[in-house]
């Protein structure tokens, strides 16, 4: 494969979590990519730009880039950023939420074909269900002819709203799981959406305060199924939830790979395949020590995993690469992150500090593209970045126009989700 081009910058103070989609879309007649991210007070702007909920709309013919503000001064945290959505009216939708600071998801919606002029802000209240206690990430998926917006709520557990005009209403459907929770919330739940079955993959609980296991299921036609079909819920969002724990494991806490023993694992990415099945990244500690929790610290050693749902409902998992220690010391299981291409599940991209091809020890988290041979157990790696003199952090690679691979990603220095001085910047890649 050839050396990858410069990337250009489309927005020079920006960064993003990675439990809200679509976080960057492609409009394909107009040829507009629209990504969102928060700005923070150490990068271009300062405090005065501090918390912008920014989305930069950037004409892919010809590379240039504009930036509108959804919200200004809103929260300085990475994960507030917004989910978009592409109208049939042509109109855009975005949804954010505060970092569990409020109980209102927001919406705006833009004019029709341009992600630059938006009507007013709108909120949907959740504190009759969250008894106050706050909301935190946007996901927005279409199931049964409905728009739902999956978020962490009541009992920081999955919940979902509903609208059945394209995001010009919304109304509450209920929720998702149900456990105890243990230490800050409960499970981390990622979402892709085929048709009329929306597949997920969720955690038990946050890695730092439990030794999570990953979980898979579907849901469709009002149930909530397992891998196999097996139906866990049949009355999803409708009264009382279940744990997912009845789901199918995906990836076990306690297994071992390679004599390894892999712990505190936690969900990355998750598309669906043009087979009817599934492709997820997963994460986990490995090796045999156990943090403690009184002298906080990065996990020394990160692994991304890689794993196949065939249609009928079996799974492959195998290790994809070394992911480096934790980014933060105060957020032990945080990487550089992956992401899967959306029309090529055999395609992927990833932030690590260790060279997947050699082993090799990089001075900062380089972005690699990794192309499958048999089923994922192995990988033909590419280095995207080079000799970078800052970190590249959180790839995603936007949907929208399968004729093309808009790969994203931010770099620069990065301390906490409330802190950094980032850039983001795009790889407009053809499809081979």
């Not at 855009?92 to 209102?104: F, P, S």
């Not at 909301?135 to 999955?158: E, H, I, K, P, W």
């Not at 981390?188 to 048709?195: C, F, I, S």
């Not at 055999?346 to 900062?364: C, E, F, K, M, N």
Request: charged share 25%.
């Amino acid at each position: 494969m050839p050396r990858f081009a410069e990337p250009n910058v489309v927005n020079d103070n920006g960064a993003w979590c990675w439990f809200q989609d679509e976080r960057a879309l492609v409009d394909p007649e107009t040829q507009q990519l629209v990504v969102g991210s928060i700005a923070a007070a150490e990068g271009p702007g300062g405090e005065a730009r501090s918390g912008n909920v920014e989305l930069a709309v950037v004409d892919l013919r010809t590379g240039a880039s504009r930036i509108a503000v959804l919200h200004e001064r809103f929260e300085t945290d990475d994960h507030d950023v917004p989910a978009l959505w592409r109208r049939s009216d042509g109109r855009w939708l975005a949804v954010y939420t505060k970092h569990k600071t409020d109980d209102l998801t927001r919406w705006r919606i833009s004019e029709p074909g341009d992600p630059t002029m938006w009507g007013p802000e709108r909120s949907f209240d959740w504190s009759p269900h969250t008894e106050g206690r706050g909301v935190t990430y946007s996901n927005l998926r279409a199931m049964d002819g409905r728009l739902y917006c999956f978020a962490r709520a009541v009992n920081d557990d999955q919940c979902a709203i509903v609208s059945d005009d394209e995001g010009e209403t919304w109304a509450y459907a209920g929720k998702l799981f149900t456990r105890p929770k243990v230490g800050y919330v409960n499970g981390y739940t990622r979402y892709a959406a085929a048709g009329d079955r929306l597949h997920l993959v969720t955690t038990d609980h946050h890695p730092r305060d439990f030794d999570n296991s990953i979980y898979h299921g579907y849901l469709e036609h009002g149930a909530l199924h397992r891998s196999d079909g097996t139906v866990l819920d049949p009355k999803a969002l409708n009264g009382e939830a279940p744990s997912q724990e009845g789901l199918t494991t995906v990836l076990a806490a306690g297994s071992r790979w390679g004599g390894t023993r892999i712990s505190h694992c936690w969900t990355t990415d998750i598309r669906t395949t043009a087979n009817g099945g599934v492709a997820a990244i997963l994460t986990a500690r490995a090796g045999e020590e156990e943090l403690d929790l009184d002298r906080r610290r990065a996990a020394p050693d990160l692994r991304f995993f890689y794993a196949r749902m065939a249609p009928g409902g079996e799974w492959t998992v195998n290790e994809l690469a070394k992911a480096g220690p934790g980014l933060m010391p105060h957020e032990e299981d945080y990487t550089g992150l992956a992401a899967i291409d959306p029309y090529d599940p055999g395609s992927v991209y990833i932030s690590t500090p260790v060279d997947p091809r050699d082993g090799a020890v990089l001075p900062h988290r380089e972005i690699f593209h990794g192309r499958a041979a048999a089923a994922g157990r192995f990988w033909a790696w590419t280095p995207v970045t080079e000799n970078s003199e800052v970190d590249n952090l959180r790839p995603i690679v936007a949907p929208g126009d399968p004729s093309r691979t808009p790969l994203l990603w931010f770099r620069g220095p990065m301390t906490a989700s409330q802190h950094y001085r980032c850039e983001v910047v795009l790889l407009d890649l053809p499809r081979p």
